[in-house]
């Protein structure tokens, strides 16, 4: 008796469907909501997901100034960079980087978890946050998602 021999189906790059999606961070939980908004940006929410290649979908995030966190983060959660000049180095609390710019919590957020490598950067070009509840993508009639 014959075996038959199954193979594994790989996506290629022409046969990629995008669709935008808004998810709304209201009240939203930011390491939870960034989580479901790196997957949508991998592609792991579709049945043909291939590590290799880009093929997640563009996100939109609004509100995300009304993101909650949990805990003692605000105070405790320290931003760092360096300039590379001798002092340099400045660091920022996640309470005052909400307070002055929460799209750059979210995407930050959103990019640690997305792959270190060019894959990754062109996954996060593909992230839109918005303070508020409005966006300019509505010609792309995207797809609102719950948070």
């Known amino acids: 008796m014959e075996r038959a021999i199954q193979k594994t189906y790989t996506l290629k790059a022409s046969e990629i469907e995008r669709r935008w999606r808004v998810v709304d961070a209201d009240g939203a939980t930011l390491g939870r909501l960034c989580t479901r908004v790196a997957a949508l940006l991998r592609g792991k929410h579709k049945a043909g997901f291939t590590p290799h290649l880009d093929s997640g979908d563009p996100v ?58 060019r894959l990754g950067e062109s996954m996060s070009r593909r992230l839109h946050v918005y303070k508020g509840a409005e966006h300019p993508h509505g010609a792309q009639k995207p797809e609102k998602l719950g948070a």
């Open 60 to 117: 939109v995030v609004v509100n995300a100034e009304k993101v909650r966190v949990t805990g003692k983060k605000l105070s405790d959660k320290v931003y760092a960079r360096h300039s590379g000049y001798p002092g340099g180095f400045r660091t920022e609390t996640l309470g005052s980087l909400l307070a002055r710019r929460p799209e750059e919590v979210v995407r930050r957020a959103v990019r640690g978890m997305l792959p270190r490598n």
